[in-house]
């Protein structure tokens, strides 16, 4: 089975093209460098599919520039390469150092959050639930009010994880900004029962209604009308 994470899954492209353009300022502001048509040529490797190329040039790009903002696209999108070839512990390599980059950067806040997230979604992806965890978390205390995906994310694999109280806890903040989102309400209604909380059932008819195949399995299952 393929290892694809989508990017829309998890990158908002005024980040990515407001930090290619720092990139391409950089690197455009560097005398007798190369590196602009590298870039260039890996975006195209890329984006036509030849993602090995890509990984090439990025590293190319690595091995020639410094560590500095010049090299966050490198790694991030030698990351989603390496995605694409179904190699995500290459990624969350990748990942980590675009990570260790940007932390020391000032009013970078927004991006760095966005590389957790990328991160925390590669080790859900494998099934490191505490990993993934620890940055949907690190996502949420850098930046609590804008954070749903978070929190949504990490209801799920504390879920999973049989922290079914924290569970819950994430789901109703997230349900406190959003009732539009069945997953959410499968999540609580599930940690619910777990706790023997008969109102988990109410939650389940809620992710049924809006369409949750798993929520109306589980109550058909059970023998419960989740259409009332």
């Known amino acids: 089975m393929k290892l694809k994470i989508s990017s829309s899954a998890f990158m908002r492209t005024s980040l990515f093209v407001?930090?290619?353009?720092?990139?391409?300022?950089?690197?455009?502001?560097?005398?007798?460098?190369?590196?602009?048509e590298l870039e260039e040529r890996a975006l195209k490797y890329f984006n036509s599919g030849q993602y090995q190329q890509?990984?090439?040039?990025?590293?190319?790009?690595?091995?020639?520039n410094s560590e500095d903002i010049a090299d966050l696209v490198a790694y991030i999108k030698r990351a989603e390469a390496y995605?694409?070839?179904?190699?995500?512990?290459a990624a969350i390599k990748d990942y980590t150092k675009a990570i260790e980059l940007i932390t020391p950067l000032k009013d970078f806040d927004e991006y760095h959050?966005?590389?957790?997230?990328?991160?925390?979604?590669v080790y859900d992806s494998l099934g490191n639930l505490l990993k993934a965890v620890e940055d949907y978390s690190k996502v949420i205390e850098m930046n609590p009010d804008d954070a749903?995906?978070?929190?949504?994310?990490?209801?799920?694999?504390?879920?999973?994880?049989?922290?079914?109280?924290?569970?819950?806890?994430?789901?109703?903040?997230?349900?406190s900004r959003d009732q539009k989102w069945a997953v959410i309400y499968y999540v609580r209604g599930?940690?619910?029962?777990?706790?023997?909380?008969?109102?988990?059932?109410?939650?389940?008819?809620?992710?049924?209604?809006m369409g949750h195949r798993y929520a109306q399995s589980t109550l058909i299952q059970a023998g419960i009308n989740w259409k009332k």
């Open 54 to 64: 890509a990984i090439d040039i990025y590293s190319r790009i690595i091995t020639i």
């Open 190 to 209: 599930v940690s619910k029962i777990e706790l023997k909380d008969k109102s988990g059932i109410d939650d389940l008819k809620i992710a049924a209604r």
């Open 148 to 175: 749903l995906r978070a929190y949504n994310n990490r209801a799920v694999a504390l879920s999973k994880l049989g922290k079914h109280k924290e569970a819950i806890k994430d789901c109703n903040h997230y349900i």
């Open 83 to 89: 995605l694409e070839l179904e190699n995500p512990n």
């Open 113 to 121: 959050a966005d590389f957790l997230f990328r991160r925390g979604l």
């Open 18 to 36: 407001n930090l290619l353009f720092l990139s391409v300022v950089y690197l455009c502001c560097a005398s007798d460098s190369e590196l602009p």
